[in-house]
């Protein structure tokens, strides 16, 4: 069955780094884009990135450009959400989502605290 597994999130000083993880299995990973949401508490999920089935392509919100990249290894069947100069407004719990089959993963949280 399709499955999306988000590991990687944690504490972080505000400046500091984290790279998320994302493994997929189930479906024709190469074939699929992919992206990553968050949501903080009491606000509504939002798009972070998304990533073209075999890579070309990336997208960010506007909050994340410059400091976030997403990138991909289909060989793996991972995807991955590099997030560096992270504020206090980064945190929030992250999901993975595959938008063809409409699949989310259950979220890692990542907290931006001093």
């Known amino acids: 069955q399709v499955q999306l597994v988000e590991s990687g999130g944690g504490l972080v000083q505000p400046g500091g780094s984290l790279r998320l993880s994302c493994a997929a299995s189930g479906f024709p990973f190469s074939s699929y884009a992919m992206r990553w949401y968050r949501q903080a508490p009491g606000k509504e999920r939002e798009l972070v990135a998304g990533?073209?089935?075999?890579?070309?392509?990336?997208n960010y919100a506007d909050s994340v450009k410059g400091r976030f990249t997403i990138s991909r290894d289909n060989a793996k069947k991972m995807v991955y959400l590099q997030m560096d100069s992270l504020k206090f407004e980064d945190t929030a719990v992250y999901y993975c989502?595959?938008?063809?089959?409409?699949?989310w993963g259950q979220g890692t949280q990542v907290t931006v605290s001093s």
């Open positions: 990533i073209h089935p075999i890579g070309i392509t990336t």
């Open positions: 989502y595959a938008p063809r089959i409409d699949s």
